[in-house]
């Protein structure tokens, strides 16, 4: 026996060519109409869709750098600390009104949302304005 002499176990299966006459009629077993109809079609590839999805925008995947503070509000600082208390950030933490985030002790940032009567001695913190003057009226200072 020759390599020329061995045949396939099975039977080659021809490939089926639509559309060049013969007995499938008008539209040649591919329907009417539509992309899938025409001849050379071209099916869009998925991985253009994938593409096509990711925002164009520059720097998208990326939020902004700069840490953003952990707020604390004077109406807060009222109903926990006493008279007379200093506040830093970890007195704060002691408190429970702020966490560490990743290990790493939070800037945080005083706003003036509520009342203050309460003389608070504030160090080590981002404050803003109103806060700042809020503290100052009821006798407290800010370092």
């Known amino acids: 026996m020759q390599i020329h002499n061995l045949k396939p176990s099975a039977k080659k299966k021809s490939k089926?060519?639509?559309g060049r006459g013969g007995k499938?009629?008008?539209y040649s077993g591919r329907g009417s109409k539509g992309q899938k109809s025409r001849a050379g079609r071209k099916m869009r590839p998925e991985l253009r869709d994938i593409i096509k999805k990711i925002p164009k925008k520059r720097g998208y995947r990326f939020s902004s750098r700069k840490e953003k503070p952990v707020i604390v509000n004077l109406k807060e600082l009222e109903n926990k600390f006493e008279n007379g208390a200093e506040i830093n950030?970890?007195?704060l933490l002691a408190s429970g009104l702020i966490q560490k985030k990743k290990g790493k002790m939070?800037?945080?940032k005083l706003l003036a949302?509520?009342?203050?009567?309460?003389?608070?001695l504030v160090s080590q913190c981002q404050i803003s304005q109103s806060a700042k003057e809020k503290i100052e009226?009821?006798?407290g200072?800010?370092?």
């Open 137 to 139: 009226k009821a006798g």
């Open 113 to 120: 949302s509520g009342r203050l009567a309460k003389k608070l």
């Open 16 to 18: 089926k060519r639509v």
């Open 89 to 91: 950030p970890e007195t």
């Open 24 to 26: 499938r009629g008008a």
């Open 106 to 108: 939070p800037v945080v």
């Open 141 to 143: 200072k800010v370092e």
